[in-house]
């Protein structure tokens, strides 16, 4: 089945800084691929995705890119604030069946003013 | 335009007790996943739903464990006899016909005694 890898597990940047969240996937069927944030008691919340046929996305400070070839997507997130730390997942979505997400472990971002 | 809802946010049982948890789909969302998340890990899916039927429930333990989503009125995740291992925080996310994204309630964190 589907396998999420993510990477670092905790990170800390200064305030300003950019910040990079990688993760690899291991079904190349799999087409979706979002990324959620989530604070502290709270539940995931969707900031970006990215579908199979796109190889970059931007919204605002937050861009993500997906290599297709090497299985491969990222989070940049730019100028980071202090409301930006907190855990983000990446996930893949499973195409047959359920459609499910498979999650990666998680990166705990620390922004340090 | 509510979103995801779920209740309890905080449930305790002691062991061998019953815990239910509660998801309300946002408006016109016909299809639910139930995700469990244990400290400082990721989320594993359990359990998907469509109205009235389950499409998928690979994820959740044979045993104790049971779903559902009547025409009518929330999805329930119901787990019996509980142990320890059972404390984690479940969530749902919840998605309409055709459309891959997934949007989380806020979660039910369990803890059993």
């Known amino acids: 089945g589907e396998n999420v890898e993510q990477h670092p597990s905790t990170l800390s940047v200064q305030e300003g800084d950019s910040a990079v969240i990688k993760c690899t996937y291991s079904?190349?069927?799999?087409?979706?691929f979002p990324w959620y944030k989530q604070e502290l008691g709270k539940g995931p919340q969707l900031i970006i995705d990215?579908?199979?046929?796109?190889g970059e996305k931007k919204d605002q400070r937050i861009a993500v890119t997906l290599n297709k070839t090497a299985k491969h997507f990222s989070l940049h997130i730019t100028e980071t604030q202090p409301e930006d730390s907190a855990v983000y997942f990446c996930a893949a979505r499973i195409i047959q069946g359920a459609q499910k997400l498979v999650f990666g472990q998680g990166t705990r971002l620390t922004i340090n003013p | 335009n509510a979103g995801v809802m779920q209740n309890p946010r905080h449930l305790v049982r002691r062991r061998g007790q019953e815990a239910r948890l509660r998801c309300s789909p946002m408006k016109g969302h016909s299809h639910v996943y139930w995700y469990r998340q244990l400290p400082e890990e990721g989320l594993k899916f359990m359990v998907y739903l469509q109205k009235e039927n389950i499409i998928d429930e690979s994820g959740m333990p044979k045993e104790r464990f049971s779903a559902e989503f009547p025409k009518e009125g929330p999805s329930i995740l119901r787990i019996q006899q509980v142990v320890r291992g059972d404390s984690a925080a479940y969530f749902c996310?919840?998605?309409?016909?055709?459309?891959?994204?997934?949007?989380f309630g806020p979660g039910t964190r369990l803890l059993v005694l």
């Open positions: 990215i579908r199979s046929n796109v």
């Open positions: 996310a919840t998605r309409r016909d055709s459309l891959e994204t997934q949007y």
């Open positions: 079904d190349s069927a799999s087409n979706y």
